[in-house]
């Protein structure tokens, strides 16, 4: 079954004990083809999953999957998660351990005929590469399999939507990326609109075609994963999007006919040129650099166009793999990504002097 777009507009307010009440109030629309759902913890992300699905209760709002209705507060119409032709993938499988991988994956087409039955579940079980243990009960076969035999029991059942509460999260990135692909596959000419939640970034490069985030149970930002977290708002999606330098300054001065404006980082006396944004002289702002983003000399730069150099001293150099990681005193602190063939070449080490470059357009303005 080809479904067309996933549409809500819910707020339902949470009571917790000893804390005030958490309010979701969101509206949206998922197009066919995958939505990544992106936040911190407590964001209202699962939330959200479970009114759609019918295990929650929204306040008020209304939900739709193409012209089926499923929830809505002045019609009071109300439809039994049974009836609402989704497809609910959690992190915990919940597979029957007394079935067989058929048995499991057919569980919800006891309805059909049984020739009928056997060939849709040999076709999705082909489709997730687990037709060959069609025999197996789940405690014989590892968790990847599990997993895709979750994913082909779910979608069996031929859907109006998939929502996935970060399903793979236990996996090992080789495993998951063989999954996410089948996935991707499968979806392909269905084209299902898939509601993803996920925290992890590899996931939101592989499967995002577009992006939802979430904060405090409202969107904050939407779009295209490159869209959104190539130029993020708030310090918590600019963590996410793998941004590692966070830093309060002062405007000082705005050069509207050079598009930037000068700031002074907090608690020194460092000056920086960022892109010119609505502020005025005497404001606080918020800047997110990323560390790849930085540039380290041994040797005071000339004739760069980026407008940020600055001398300092390194204070500490860690290894992680294919990186190091560089910290460097300016007066304001700095963490700089290098390679470990720029640290030999460079000579870099503790308590060497260096100068730090960064692009005024490297500088992103957060919102408070």
Not at 59 to 80: H, K, M, V, W, Y
Not at 142 to 170: F, H, I, K, N, Y
């Amino acid at each position: 079954m080809s479904s067309t777009a996933l549409s809500a507009r819910v707020r339902r307010t949470q009571r917790r004990r000893g804390a005030s009440a958490f309010v979701l109030d969101v509206a949206l629309r998922i197009e066919p083809g995958f939505t990544i759902l992106f936040g911190p913890s407590g964001a209202g992300k699962s939330t959200l999953l479970d009114c759609i699905a019918g295990l929650a209760r929204p306040d008020q709002g209304r939900i739709a999957a193409g012209d089926l209705l499923l929830f809505d507060s002045e019609t009071r119409t109300n439809l039994p998660p049974q009836q609402r032709q989704l497809a609910y993938v959690f992190q915990t499988l919940a597979l029957f351990p007394h079935l067989t991988v058929e048995e499991n994956a057919g569980y919800g087409l006891a309805h059909l005929p049984e020739g009928q039955r056997r060939a849709r579940v040999r076709e999705i079980l082909e489709s997730f590469r687990v037709a060959g243990l069609a025999a197996h009960k789940p405690g014989e076969i590892s968790g990847g399999e599990r997993q895709r035999v979750a994913l082909a029991r779910s979608l069996v059942t031929s859907p109006r939507v998939l929502l996935l509460d970060e399903p793979l999260s236990a996996l090992d990135a080789a495993v998951k990326a063989e999954i996410l692909a089948d996935l991707r596959t499968w979806n392909a000419q269905r084209r299902l609109p898939i509601l993803y939640v996920t925290h992890n970034r590899e996931e939101v490069d592989v499967l995002g075609e577009r992006m939802i985030v979430l904060e405090q149970g409202r969107v904050m930002a939407e779009g295209t994963p490159r869209e959104v977290l190539e130029a993020p708002r708030r310090k918590s999606l600019a963590q996410a999007a793998g941004f590692e330098n966070f830093l309060a300054a002062t405007v000082l001065d705005l050069r509207e006919a050079d598009g930037v404006m000068r700031v002074r980082l907090e608690g020194t006396a460092v000056e920086f040129e960022v892109p010119l944004a609505h502020a005025a002289p005497g404001d606080r702002v918020q800047l997110a650099i990323r560390a790849g983003d930085i540039l380290l000399a041994t040797q005071r730069p000339a004739g760069l166009s980026a407008r940020n150099v600055l001398p300092g001293r390194i204070v500490a150099l860690e290894e992680r793999g294919a990186l190091v990681r560089v910290q460097v005193d300016c007066g304001a602190r700095f963490l700089v990504h290098v390679t470990p063939g720029a640290v030999r070449s460079l000579r870099l080490a503790v308590d060497l002097p260096v100068w730090v470059v960064v692009k005024t357009h490297s500088c992103h303005l957060l919102a408070e």
